[in-house]
C-alpha cells in the first residue's frame, strides 16, 4: 500500500452535498482517500483546491 498526498482542484457545485460528491469522484480515480479537506476557494473562476491523502494498493 502506497500512500500520496495530492491536490486537485473541482468546480465548485450548487449544493454542498454535489460539491462533496464531485471531489470524491475525482479523488477516488487517485486511489481510496483517507482524508480530504478544501484548503482555498476561487470565487472568480468558481473552483476549490482540495488538499486530500489517498492510498494505492
Known amino acids: 500500500m502506497t500512500t ?4 486537485v482542484e473541482i468546480d465548485l457545485q450548487e449544493t454542498p452535498t454535489e460539491l462533496q460528491k464531485a471531489i470524491e469522484a475525482e479523488l477516488k480515480k ?3 482517500p483517507l ?3 478544501i484548503s ?3 470565487v472568480k473562476k468558481q473552483t476549490c483546491s482540495v488538499e486530500a491523502v ?4
Do not use: K, P
Not at 4 to 7: A, V
Not at 54 to 57: E, H, I, L, R
Open 54 to 57: 489517498v492510498t494505492n494498493g
Open 30 to 32: 487517485q486511489g481510496e
Open 35 to 37: 482524508r480530504w479537506a
Open 40 to 42: 482555498s476557494v476561487d
Open 4 to 7: 500520496h498526498f495530492m491536490t
